[in-house]
């Protein structure tokens, strides 16, 4: 089955350090998301991509940075993590059909935790 | 900025009763209303959505409404079941960014 993969599913690291968490997808969508889930909170944005090209910040970019490798890939970077960002992050893609919006598919999910 | 408010935050309902989340959202230009259940250490997955041009949809025992006047949408459950227990979260869809804006979630317990 066509599906959204995230890896590492979890990571304990220390302050400073620099952590990358990679999004795969088999959905052929062109659009992918970076959220970020914390108790109460919600989910909340923080870059999106529409392909390749093209990277926009969503609400929380600080702190964070992206790369879009591929149209199936899509990697989130801590360039020097700091305990606020001990959350669990979701990558999600959806696709856009030309004529409707559709859901968006999430991936299981990174739990990380900066000490 | 655009918000997605969403209550209640908690909801403890008997087997059996209904259930209501509601949702307020403050972007006019939003014209996609997806409402996602997330079941604890699992990925969010989609339950039922609704598009602007619409009113009210249905889907079994779950139905979503929508006044765009009042810029609310609500999530109905009926006939309430144990596995109904989740997080549920509203979110709504931004015409020109196309960003998803959520809600914070309304943890839902269905007592036996």
């Known amino acids: 089955d066509a599906d959204v993969t995230q890896t590492p599913r979890n990571r304990i690291t220390k302050t400073g350090k620099r952590i990358m968490l990679e999004c795969s997808q088999t959905?052929?969508?062109?659009?992918m998301y970076w959220y970020r889930q914390d108790p109460g909170l919600g989910l909340r944005l923080i870059y999106y991509s529409f392909d390749v090209k093209d990277i926009n910040k969503g609400e929380i970019s600080d702190g964070y940075s992206v790369s879009r490798q591929a149209q199936a890939k899509f990697s989130l970077s801590l360039e020097s993590a700091i305990p606020n960002q001990t959350a669990l992050y979701f990558c999600?893609?959806?696709?856009?059909?030309?004529?409707?919006?559709?859901?968006?598919?999430f991936g299981p999910g990174t739990r990380l935790t900066v000490l | 900025g655009e918000n997605v408010e969403q209550h209640p935050s908690t909801l403890s309902v008997q087997e059996g009763d209904s259930a209501v989340i509601k949702c307020t959202y403050s972007?006019?230009?939003?014209?996609?209303f997806p409402w996602y259940k997330q079941e604890l250490g699992k990925r969010p997955q989609l339950i039922i959505d609704i598009r602007s041009n619409v009113g009210e949809k249905k889907d079994q025992r779950i139905a979503v409404t929508l006044n765009k006047t009042a810029k609310h949408f609500s999530l109905h459950i009926t006939e309430t079941q144990p596995e109904d227990s989740a997080v549920y979260f509203c979110a709504a869809l931004q015409e020109g960014t196309y960003k998803y804006i959520f809600g914070t979630g309304t943890r839902l317990k269905v007592l036996a």
């Open positions: 972007d006019s230009a939003s014209n996609y």
């Open positions: 999600a893609t959806s696709e856009w059909t030309g004529s409707s919006y559709n859901e968006q598919f």
């Open positions: 959905k052929g969508h062109d659009r």
